[in-house]
């Protein structure tokens, strides 16, 4: 490796808008996320469907009438 081209590696914080604070090593000392394993909806089962349009409805109905009519 050349010297000097290299930034530092130096202690971090990482912080979540949900209040979650997690401390390791990077080439940045603070950053800032918005979604964070103790708040992202994968992790914690609450995941939530946006409906546009009625299109979740629309899906369900069309997929349910083939699941029945296949059995």
Do not use: N, W
């Not at 050349?2 to 979540?16: E, F, L, R």
């Not at 997690?22 to 394993?37: G, M, W």
């Not at 609450?46 to 997929?63: I, M, P, S």
């Amino acid at each position: 490796m050349k010297d000097g081209i290299h930034p530092q590696y130096v202690s971090c914080t990482i912080t979540c808008s949900c209040g979650a604070v997690y401390h390791t090593r990077s080439t940045q000392p603070k950053v800032h996320v918005e979604i964070c394993a103790a708040c992202h909806p994968l992790f914690t089962g609450q995941q939530k469907l946006l409906d546009t349009a009625g299109r979740v409805e629309k899906f369900r109905r069309k997929y349910s009438k083939q699941a029945k009519s296949s059995t």
